[in-house]
Nanobody, 120 residues
Framework: QVQLVESGGGLVQAGGSLRLSCAASGRIFSINNAGWYRQAPGKQRELVARITSGGSTQYAESVAGRFTISRDRAKNTVHLQMNSLKPEDAAVYLC??????????????WGQGTQVTVSS
């Protein structure tokens, strides 16, 4: 069994920064593609950033230049550095990853999310 646990959310003033972390635990062989999504009340879930197993990154237009996704393979962790936060960035941020376990099965997992609140 594999679990993804997000951390690092909280309340920040507009213009501030937060760093989210997504830690994977369990019988992990490798974390392949991974991404951060967000969902605000009344809105659809949207992809914020993703990183491939090869390290290529992709960002939503609304966060490009402000957010950076990265990974620490040794710690099975994916980070999202969020700078110059805006009130419209407020949402629940969720981590998702394709994980290959020690039985060589690859499964998509989701974390439970972490709340980001940005005050104006």
């Amino acid at each position: 069994q594999v679990q993804l646990v997000e951390s690092g959310g909280g309340l920040v003033q507009a213009g501030g920064s937060l760093r989210l972390s997504c830690a994977a635990s369990g019988r992990i062989f490798s974390i392949n593609n991974a991404g951060w999504y967000r969902q605000a009340p009344g809105k659809q879930r949207e992809l914020v950033a993703r990183i491939t197993s090869g390290g290529s990154t992709q960002y939503a237009e609304s966060v490009a230049g402000r957010f950076t996704i990265s990974r620490d393979r040794a710690k099975n962790t994916v980070h999202l550095q969020m700078n110059s936060l805006k009130p419209e960035d407020a949402a629940v941020y969720l981590c998702a990853a394709d994980v290959t376990d020690t039985d060589w099965r690859t499964t998509a997992y989701w974390g439970q999310g972490t709340q980001v609140t940005v005050s104006s």
